[in-house]
């Protein structure tokens, strides 16, 4: 008997538009379309189950070996540094991780400079990286107030279209790092469930030189 | 005592040890506290930095062991010549990745230390791979050798930097950043390709080694390809070849490590559960002149591998009153402890799952509950 692939994806437009790839792929589990409030889908036929889960805990249910496969942000792996293989870049949900602040903002050496983010550990990297003092505010959400009301000098986060940074008068100071989403694989399954995982690689790879 | 009352962890360490045993390594036995002055000096080598310290009465700042392999090398004395095959079972202290906090952990290892020739790996990836064999028969033995990707990188003249970027791509098979990053390096274009090829292998060793001879042949990492190939030719036709796997994102810190490495895995268990290979620069380091080899178990991610789950705590509760006699309880109890685990109480505990409760009441037995 085939085993089971067990594949994570993301809630929403990202893991929706990943799962179309591995159908073509063929991984299919035409179940998932039916709507409804289920989270796990299974097809014994071609040996996958499925599961919805919160974008920033795909990278825990793969590493901790839950799921074979997942789908999650080249965000989450920087930022989380699970120990996972990371095999390919599915090239969509293309977005930047950025330094944004005030139009008006400069920056004085002098002050310890005070970074609103959800991504603390990247933020920390890469301030250490350029040698720079600063005091981490970790928020969940609404970054984008901080620097307004005076909680932060700038903030660090994920930019798409710089459409909320503009409605809030904020501008990117500097791109950080380039994010995508990743397709990440449990260092155990990738042994035991080689020629599935590789068989699901290279066909996804073939989509994405289409 | 039955070998199916031992918890998974316990079993192993049975196994391992009549293992270690039967090749002629000695048993090696520490104290839990070392001097915490050893670490300091060593810090990478550690897999996390924090270590549990206190001073002792005469003021001396000792540790609880962190790890076992630097302890062995500092006790170790050698005469020219002369290996020393040792195996150990203890206790260390770390910070858990995960929950941040201090963990004790079990771990089996055994070292082997001096003049390590090519019978020396052989016997220690043997090992290495009977050790996972002993947990499971679904087990993977992966291996890489550090002097190939060593050489490589070195003739490509990378910065501090860019080696640990290049090194993390490997180690996390990310062949689409690799070749990102290898594309801002002055270097030459064959041996970018080169690493590219190496980062994307992965199989069964007996596929991979002739297109590795293809893509080594003349270049600088042939010495260190020729010693892995040698090393792994000997497991031809032993039913251990067919576990072993060539994996270059197994990787250590070159600092410290110089040659054949690996890392073991059993199907069911989410991570690395064996690690190790050749460790001769953590032994110059520590102004010692021979090399090493060795690896550990990590036990504590046995816990999980229980399969046998069982349905029952107990077998057979026996509830007795204070009216039954004590020889009519003896003999119950004898009677039903031949078929499995028994026992007494006088109060029923109704959180307690059984297969048969028996009740005696004024020395009258009556089984009164079967569950199949």
Same mark, same amino acid.
């Given at each position: 008997m085939k085993k089971m692939l067990n594949i994570a994806l993301p809630k929403g437009r990202l893991g929706e538009k990943a799962y179309r790839l591995f159908e073509n792929a %063929?991984?299919?589990?035409? /179940?998932?379309? /039916?709507? @409804?409030?289920?989270?796990i889908f299974e097809n014994e036929e071609s040996a996958v189950c499925y599961f919805w889960a919160k974008p920033s805990d795909v990278a825990i249910y793969v590493e901790r070996g839950a799921a074979d496969i997942g789908v999650t942000g080249k965000d989450i792996l920087l930022e989380y540094e699970p120990d996972v293989y990371e095999l390919l870049d599915l090239k969509m949900g293309k977005c930047k991780m950025a330094m944004a602040a005030k139009a008006d903002f400069r920056d004085k050496p002098t002050k310890t400079l005070r970074v609103a983010t959800k991504f603390s550990h990247i933020a920390s990297e890469y301030f250490a990286a350029k040698g720079r003092d600063i005091d981490i505010i970790h928020l @969940? %959400?609404?970054? /984008?107030?901080a620097p307004v009301i005076d909680l932060s000098d700038v903030i660090v986060d994920i930019v798409e279209t710089g459409t909320t940074l503009k409605e809030n008068n904020l501008v990117v100071f500097e791109d950080i790092v380039d994010i995508s989403a990743r397709v990440i694989a449990n260092k155990s399954s990738f042994k035991f469930k080689n020629k599935q995982i590789e068989k699901l690689i290279s066909q996804l790879s073939k989509q994405l030189e289409e | 005592m039955q070998k199916t009352a031992l918890k998974s962890e316990e079993r192993a360490v049975l196994e391992l040890r009549s293992i270690y045993d039967q090749f002629g390594y000695s048993p090696y036995k520490m104290s839990k506290f070392e001097e915490y002055d050893l670490y300091v000096r060593n810090?990478?080598?550690?897999? $996390?930095?924090a270590v549990i310290t206190f001073t002792d009465t005469n003021g001396k700042l000792l540790a609880l062991k962190p790890d076992v392999t630097l302890s062995i090398i500092k006790n170790t004395q050698l005469l020219p010549g002369q290996v020393k095959k040792l195996y150990y079972t203890e206790n260390v202290y770390r910070v858990s990745q995960k929950t941040q906090s201090f963990k004790e952990i079990m771990q089996v290892g055994l070292e082997c230390i001096g003049e390590i020739d090519e019978y020396c790996l052989y016997e220690v990836l043997v090992l290495a791979a009977k050790s996972l064999r002993s947990i499971s028969k679904n087990s993977v033995l992966d291996i890489s050798h550090m002097g190939i990707l060593a050489a490589i990188m070195d003739k490509m003249s990378l910065s501090k930097a860019q080696s640990a970027r290049v090194l993390a791509c490997i180690s996390a098979k990310n062949v689409h950043e690799l070749e990102q990053e290898l594309a801002e390096v002055e270097a030459d274009e064959a041996d970018k390709a080169l690493l590219l090829e190496l980062a994307g292998i992965y199989g069964k060793a007996n596929a991979v080694l002739p297109r590795l001879e293809k893509v080594l042949s003349g270049t600088v990492a042939w010495d260190a390809f020729s010693q892995l190939k040698t090393v792994l030719a000997a497991f031809e036709g032993s039913e251990l070849n067919k576990m072993i796997h060539i994996d270059f994102s197994v990787i250590n810190d070159l600092k410290y490590y110089n040659g054949v490495i690996f890392k073991g895995f059993v199907e069911g268990?989410?991570? $690395?559960i064996l690690s190790g290979g050749q460790y001769d620069k953590l032994m110059r380091k520590m102004k010692r002149s021979s090399g090493a080899v060795g690896f550990a178990v990590y036990l504590d991610m046995l816990e999980r591998f229980d399969t046998d789950s069982k349905a029952y705590d107990v077998n057979t509760v026996i509830l007795y009153d204070s009216k039954s006699s004590l020889q009519t309880i003896k003999e119950t109890v004898a009677h039903y402890a031949v078929e499995g685990t028994v026992l007494t109480l006088k109060t029923a505990d109704k959180k307690l799952h059984y297969r048969r409760l028996v009740e005696i009441r004024a020395n009258e037995v009556k089984v009164v509950e079967e569950n199949a």
């Open positions: %063929g991984f299919a589990c035409p /179940e998932i379309y /039916e709507n @409804n409030r289920k989270l @969940n %959400g609404s970054i /984008e107030i | 810090k990478d080598f550690l897999v $996390s930095d268990i989410p991570a $690395s």
